[in-house]
């Protein structure tokens, strides 16, 4: 399983970052796939997962990103995105994709099922 993330970059605060998530080695549909952040200094912050479509589980969201990102996947793609908007300097850090077998997602515990796999990308949102 190899996860390539791309996407982060600098933007100014209230602007939109879409981050990718390409996937080899694995059929991602049939896959749960999420994200992580890390910012210097703190703990690592699950913030969104995809259920896989073999499985009854849905979405979520952090309560910190909940109604600005939006987790997808194209299946075609093979990809993963993470729209995110409404970029606040708090959304600076280090983002990571991960992804599980036939998971799904329900509430923040899901987050601990995922394996982070491959490189993050780093978002900068200045003020």
């Known amino acids: 399983v190899q996860l390539q993330a791309s996407g982060g970059g600098l933007v100014q605060s209230g602007g939109s970052l879409r981050l990718s998530c390409e996937a080899s080695g694995i059929n991602l549909e049939t896959y749960a796939v999420g994200w992580f952040r890390q910012a210097p200094g703190k703990e690592r912050e699950g913030i969104s997962c995809l259920s896989s479509s073999t499985s009854d589980g849905g979405t979520y969201y952090a309560d910190s990103v909940k109604g600005r990102f939006t987790i997808s996947r194209d299946n075609a793609k093979n990809t993963a995105y993470l729209q995110m908007n409404s970029l606040r300097p708090e959304d600076t850090a280090e983002y990571y994709c991960?992804?599980?077998?036939?998971?799904?997602?329900?509430?923040?515990?899901?987050?601990?099922?995922?394996?982070?796999r491959g490189k993050g990308t780093q978002v900068t949102v200045s003020s």
């Open positions: 991960a992804v599980a077998p036939g998971y799904g997602c329900y509430d923040a515990l899901s987050m601990y099922g995922l394996d982070i």
